[in-house]
């Protein structure tokens, strides 16, 4: 095995087609093949399933994949370390629920990183994606919260998946409203101050359940409840509904505007907020400085 058979590999994974991963590749579709072909035989899987359309990855394919991913992330990353590649164009992702300061600190890292040309990806995903994303290397880091809540199912994810997670900061839960809510006045809300309101939530998908909720109370306990995507039609709704969402209380005024505010929840519980990346993995320099800027927002909040 070697690290260009590796780069093969996840080559025609991304493309989807031997046709164009050689083109990519400058390499001949027969030498191309009979590489992936050779790496299959020495690992022993199927990685790909292969016809007139194309390939489509094997499940023994996207577990090899996760493994390519992370050995050559884990290769550029001792190059850099080493002064090998000094001229690298910075390339970093990072899958996150939906935090501003998740926000600020990729801002932080591009300012630093400012080049002609750069690679840089943040998903604001569901809680399973950011998961399934470290794992796969689609993302190097993944922001996240535990509590008592979601722990024991998280965790159990967390480790079959191969990663762990890292507490960078102990939260009591807020309500984020507007600044012209009833309740805004308040310095603490309860729960039968906000039952007249709509409660607004972040929608999980296929796991759609209170296990992966980025919020600490279940929509159950309200009537009513509004799920939706995305941080910017969360917070429309909020202004325009006298909504109000359950998080950490970290808010920043300059991304979010004035318009919305957090007020403490009147609730006995925490959200330990922190990142998740592979186990055992060395972070690059990029990675590194997207957790410190986390860091750094996280304390101000």
Same mark, same amino acid.
Request: glycine share 6%; with cysteine.
């Given at each position: 095995?070697?690290?260009?058979?590796? *780069?093969?590999?996840? *080559?025609?994974? !991304?493309?989807?087609?031997?046709?164009?991963?050689?083109?990519?590749?400058?390499?001949?579709?027969?030498?191309?093949?009979?590489?992936?072909?050779?790496?299959?035989?020495?690992?022993?899987?199927k990685a790909f399933v292969r016809s007139n359309k194309g390939v489509v990855v094997?499940?023994?394919?996207?577990?090899?994949?996760?493994?390519?991913?992370?050995?050559?992330?884990?290769? @550029?990353?001792?190059?850099?370390?080493?002064?090998? !590649?000094?001229?690298?164009?910075?390339? #970093?992702?990072?899958?996150?629920?939906?935090?501003? #300061?998740?926000?600020?600190?990729?801002? !932080?890292?591009?300012?630093?990183?400012?080049?002609?040309?750069?690679? #840089?990806?943040?998903?604001? *995903?569901?809680?399973?994606?950011?998961?399934? @994303?470290?794992?796969?290397?689609?993302s190097e880091v993944g922001v996240i919260y535990l509590s008592k809540n979601n722990e024991d199912i998280l965790?159990?994810?967390?480790?079959?998946?191969?990663?762990?997670?890292?507490?960078?900061?102990?939260?009591?839960?807020?309500?984020?409203?507007?600044?012209?809510?009833?309740?805004s006045g308040k310095e603490l809300v309860t729960f039968d101050d906000l039952k007249p309101y709509p409660y607004l939530v972040f929608e999980q998908g296929e796991k759609n359940s209170f296990y992966y909720a980025e919020e600490l109370v279940s929509m159950l306990d309200f009537p009513k409840s509004i799920q939706v995507r995305d941080r910017a039609t969360l917070f429309n709704l909020v202004i325009g509904l006298n909504g109000f969402t359950v998080s950490s209380g970290v808010i920043d005024q300059k991304l979010n505007g004035k318009a919305i505010i957090a007020r403490p929840l009147q609730m006995d519980a925490e959200m330990r907020i922190g990142i998740v990346t592979k186990k055992n993995m060395i972070l690059s320099r990029y990675g590194e400085t997207y957790v410190e800027a986390l860091k750094k927002h996280l304390s101000i909040g």
């Amino acid at each position: 095995m070697t690290l260009q058979q590796l *780069t093969y590999l996840v *080559t025609v994974a !991304d493309c989807g087609n031997i046709t164009g991963a050689a083109e990519k590749l400058f390499i001949s579709q027969p030498s191309l093949s009979a590489a992936i072909q050779n790496l299959e035989k020495e690992m022993g899987v199927k990685a790909f399933v292969r016809s007139n359309k194309g390939v489509v990855v094997t499940r023994e394919g996207e577990e090899l994949l996760s493994f390519a991913r992370m050995l050559l992330e884990q290769a @550029d990353n001792m190059k850099e370390h080493f002064g090998v !590649d000094n001229v690298r164009t910075p390339k #970093f992702s990072v899958s996150c629920q939906h935090y501003s #300061f998740a926000v600020n600190a990729f801002v !932080d890292l591009i300012k630093k990183y400012d080049a002609d040309q750069y690679s #840089f990806i943040i998903r604001e *995903t569901q809680t399973g994606e950011i998961i399934d @994303d470290v794992a796969s290397g689609k993302s190097e880091v993944g922001v996240i919260y535990l509590s008592k809540n979601n722990e024991d199912i998280l965790s159990k994810l967390i480790k079959k998946s191969g990663l762990v997670f890292e507490e960078l900061k102990v939260a009591k839960p807020h309500v984020f409203i507007s600044n012209k809510h009833p309740l805004s006045g308040k310095e603490l809300v309860t729960f039968d101050d906000l039952k007249p309101y709509p409660y607004l939530v972040f929608e999980q998908g296929e796991k759609n359940s209170f296990y992966y909720a980025e919020e600490l109370v279940s929509m159950l306990d309200f009537p009513k409840s509004i799920q939706v995507r995305d941080r910017a039609t969360l917070f429309n709704l909020v202004i325009g509904l006298n909504g109000f969402t359950v998080s950490s209380g970290v808010i920043d005024q300059k991304l979010n505007g004035k318009a919305i505010i957090a007020r403490p929840l009147q609730m006995d519980a925490e959200m330990r907020i922190g990142i998740v990346t592979k186990k055992n993995m060395i972070l690059s320099r990029y990675g590194e400085t997207y957790v410190e800027a986390l860091k750094k927002h996280l304390s101000i909040g």
